[in-house]
């Protein structure tokens, strides 16, 4: 049930935000995914897409730690299948040639963002590189959009719901994927508004 005032209009405000990024000059939204150790762990897997789906970086890795049972029950990776997989150092140049200057959209950004930033420390002083194209992005979070999206108002933390992601099913790409579904759910909502409602 809606309980905020300006649901309505937060709505619209969602749907024209997904709309503007699907219109985006080509190759300037990529859309970014992971699984994880725990919940401030360490990468297990990492995927970033254009806005087609198309892959321009998917890999497991080798996280050189242990994996939180929890975590492994979610996305189904174990320690002993990734010791042979890249560590993050391996593919670090080429996430941030991938996400330099570009928008990133992440179903839960926050999240993504600080298990980024803990790989990023154990990299040091290396790191450079990546940690200037993370800071060149601009960050976008879908959850929080598609949460006002959908307009479940939660009284206690006094602002939308978060909602699950619809169609995702716990692989970095397949997150993606079902990530950008959701952008065309609500870049539908905008297309379809009359020339009057626009106005």
Not at 22 to 46: F, I, M, N, Q
Request: proline share 4%; glycine share 8%; aromatic share 6%.
């Amino acid at each position: 049930m809606a309980g905020a005032p300006a649901w309505e209009s937060d709505r619209r405000a969602a749907a024209v935000w997904a709309q503007g990024l699907l219109a985006a000059p080509a190759g300037r939204v990529v859309v970014l995914d992971t699984e994880t150790t725990s919940l401030d762990g360490y990468l297990v897997e990492l995927a970033v897409t254009d806005l087609q789906g198309r892959v321009l970086l998917g890999t497991q890795l080798n996280p050189g730690t242990p994996i939180d049972a929890k975590a492994t029950s979610m996305h189904r990776l174990a320690a002993a299948q990734l010791g042979a997989m890249p560590r993050f150092g391996e593919v670090a140049g080429t996430l941030a040639r991938i996400l330099r200057d570009r928008t990133v959209v992440i179903y839960n950004a926050a999240f993504d963002m600080q298990i980024l930033r803990n790989e990023i420390r154990r990299l040091d002083p290396s790191a450079d590189e990546v940690r200037e194209a993370l800071n060149t992005a601009r960050w976008e979070c879908a959850m929080q959009q598609y949460a006002a999206f959908c307009g479940e108002w939660n009284d206690y933390h006094g602002n939308y719901r978060w909602q699950r992601l619809p169609g995702g099913d716990h692989t970095a790409l397949g997150d993606c994927r079902a990530t950008i579904a959701i952008l065309a759910q609500m870049a539908a909502e905008a297309a379809e508004r009359s020339p009057d409602e626009a106005s």
